[in-house]
């Protein structure tokens, strides 16, 4: 069996009287696509938020690669090596796609004001080196042509593939995608789903948040399924489908 | 990056005429190569202001704090008030780096805030070293009160002085001119500085920022002290300008930092183009010549037309800064000249 990359234990997180996520503990093993599925509002989210540093946890512990991860500051999570897409794209709208990919490289790279003032050779080295694992990632994902545009010209797919080609530009163990595939067409969900295959094949370890219930059944190794904040099951898709409490908890609040 | 013939010709002519200008003012008399000078000033703080607001997106109202700090500290360094008399070249470096401090100080209490918050507190700011600088009399006397300090020295380089006139090969090089001279070497490099910057890691980082601070967090940036470096650095660069101005003044007092100096240096910003060089010279240059254009045109046409003075200048100056802010922010919110990232990318692909 493979390694553990990500233990979740135990995670509490409250808003207000919400209690968004209950003693929700999950282990991700190194090189698997793990969904994450559940209705409306089950708290998917909040716990991509928990696992990112954006929101304090109220309970519980994160251990990445076996240590406890820092989740006081989210850039420190980035450069442990979790990398995120998110559910309402963020993007920067007015940097062209290039840019934002270079952006995702930040992590990885050193060169500081006087660096980049004086011009010196190292910091010249390591923008050209910044530009080419940009351009490649830009290739990667399909959008090499889109590389001069503003973000914000893109296509709806193209943002989505951007936010991805970012997050892969901090070379992250752990890429978690929120609902990729939401608002695509049936074309650009099947490249997407080409794209996360490609991506375990290379080695990456992937957390996919999904409400398309035949890409999460078709692509996740295994899946855990969260309801009001708790999570109701964890298993490979098959036995995930036909557990009753999921049906259940999906029975009547959606039409999948 | 490589330049075309024609944009090398293009930079060639504008150097020549840069080169030329103060001669061509000085026919109109000194007070215009003044007013130039006042001008490239305000290109410098704006270039500054526009680290923080233009790439960084930090709305601040206090920036003339800045320029107050590096003014003070050339004129306590280079006056009789203590009787320190320090080379420039010792000291604007010295002013550059206690703005920076200023800058660090001011940014690091508000990381937290964002838009209107930050921009109240930094006018806060703004205002608290104003205050200072009016009251810091006693019972050290630092800053000498609301009187300000007099008689501050001006620039020397080995026998040349700026105060006065020198004659080489025929030509008359008067203290405006000298300082002319030397604004535009300091000018020239910050706007290397600042493009260098624009382009670089901290650059994007300071946009990434602006553009979506969960977002660029989330990617690794690590945003809090990312932003106390754009405070840092557009501090800096206005601590410059302060010194600069205590020479050429030889005379700083409070009175010069009001909170309408922030604005008026924030409107250039904005006005010329947030984020974008050129743009931001732009908007300093329109700003700071229209009203002076005005100061000596509206006088004696309307003498001349009238025979009497209808409308006093000072008031058609601020009816024409606002108009001309109101019809920008309505026609061309992104300024008169918008950042052309988009553009520039594609080029340089190509290339
Ligand atoms: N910042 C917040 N402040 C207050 N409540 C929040 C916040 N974020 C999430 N919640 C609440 O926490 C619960 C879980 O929300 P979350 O966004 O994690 O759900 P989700 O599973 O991602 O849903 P969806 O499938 O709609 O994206 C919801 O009740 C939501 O209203
Ligand atoms: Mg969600």
Same mark, same amino acid.
């Given at each position: 069996m493979a390694e553990t990359l990500l233990e979740a234990r135990a995670i509490d997180k409250r808003f207000g009287g919400v209690q968004a996520l209950k003693d929700v503990s999950l282990t991700i093993r190194s090189g698997e696509i793990y969904g994450l599925i559940g209705p409306n509002g089950a708290g998917k989210t909040t716990l991509f938020n928990v696992f990112t540093g954006l929101y304090p946890l109220d309970g519980g512990e994160v251990l990445f690669c076996g240590l406890p991860l820092n989740l006081e500051s989210p850039h420190q999570v980035a450069a442990a090596g979790i990398a995120r897409t998110f559910q309402n794209i963020r993007l920067f709208g007015n940097m062209t796609a290039l840019e934002n990919v270079m952006v995702g490289r930040h992590v990885r790279t050193r060169a500081g004001v006087f660096g980049a003032m004086l011009r010196t050779g190292a910091e010249r080295a390591e923008e050209a080196a910044i530009r080419r694992r940009a351009d490649e990632l830009l290739h990667y994902v399909g959008i090499a042509d889109r590389a001069g545009d503003l973000a914000r010209h893109l296509s709806y797919g193209d943002q989505r593939r951007l936010e991805i080609a970012r997050a892969l530009a901090t070379d992250p163990k752990l890429l978690a995608l929120d609902e990729p595939a939401a608002g695509m067409n049936a074309t650009e969900t099947a490249a997407l789903r080409g794209l996360i295959e490609g991506l375990r094949r290379d080695g990456l370890t992937v957390l996919l948040i999904e409400h398309d219930v035949k890409l999460v059944m078709g692509l996740c190794d295994r899946v855990a399924v969260l309801d009001y904040g708790e999570k109701i099951a964890e298993d490979v898709p098959e036995s995930v489908r036909a557990n009753t409490k999921v049906i259940e908890a999906y029975l009547g609040t959606s039409a999948h | 990056m490589n330049m075309s013939g024609r944009e090398k010709l293009g930079l060639a002519l504008i150097a020549v005429a840069l080169i030329a200008l103060p001669f061509v003012l000085a026919l109109a008399g000194t007070a215009w190569v003044r007013i130039t000078n006042f001008a490239v000033l305000f290109v410098l703080l704006s270039l500054g202001l526009n680290i923080v607001v233009g790439f960084a997106g930090l709305l601040d109202l206090g920036y003339v704090a800045f320029y107050a700090v590096g003014a003070y500290v050339y004129a306590l360094l280079a006056s009789p008030h203590f009787g320190l008399h320090l080379p420039f070249w010792v000291i604007l470096p010295i002013g550059a780096a206690v703005a920076c401090i200023a800058g660090v100080i001011l940014g690091a209490p508000t990381l937290r805030l964002r838009g209107d918050y930050l921009a109240i507190v930094t006018l806060g700011f703004g205002e608290i070293v104003r205050i200072f600088m009016n009251n810091l *009399? *006693? !019972?050290?006397?630092?800053?000498?009160? !609301?009187?300000g300090i007099n008689r501050i020295d001006s620039f020397r380089i080995g026998p040349v002085n700026f105060s006065g006139s020198d004659t080489i090969a025929g030509l008359v090089f008067s203290g405006p001119i000298k300082y002319y001279y030397f604004l535009m070497l300091v000018l020239l490099a910050v706007i290397v500085i600042n493009r260098r910057l624009q382009d670089s890691r901290i650059g994007r980082a300071w946009v990434a920022i602006r553009e979506d601070e969960v977002a660029a967090k989330a990617s690794g940036i690590n945003t809090r002290n990312i932003k106390l470096l754009a405070f840092a650095m557009g501090a800096s660069f206005g601590g410059i300008a302060g010194g600069m101005f205590a020479a050429m003044q030889t005379f700083v007092s409070p009175e010069s930092f009001v909170l309408n100096e922030s604005i008026m240096i924030l409107a250039m910003v904005v006005l010329g183009g947030m984020g974008n060089i050129w743009g931001v010279i732009a908007g300093a240059v329109l700003l700071s010549f229209v009203p002076e254009l005005l100061r000596y045109t509206v006088e004696p046409a309307q003498m001349a037309l009238f025979g009497k003075l209808l409308v006093d200048p000072e008031v058609l100056r601020m009816l024409v800064f606002g108009l001309a802010l109101v019809f920008t922010m309505r026609f061309r919110p992104a300024g008169l000249w918008p950042e052309t990232r988009h553009r520039r990318e594609m080029n340089e692909n190509r290339a």
């Open positions: - | *009399s *006693s !019972p050290v006397n630092l800053t000498n009160g !609301p009187k």
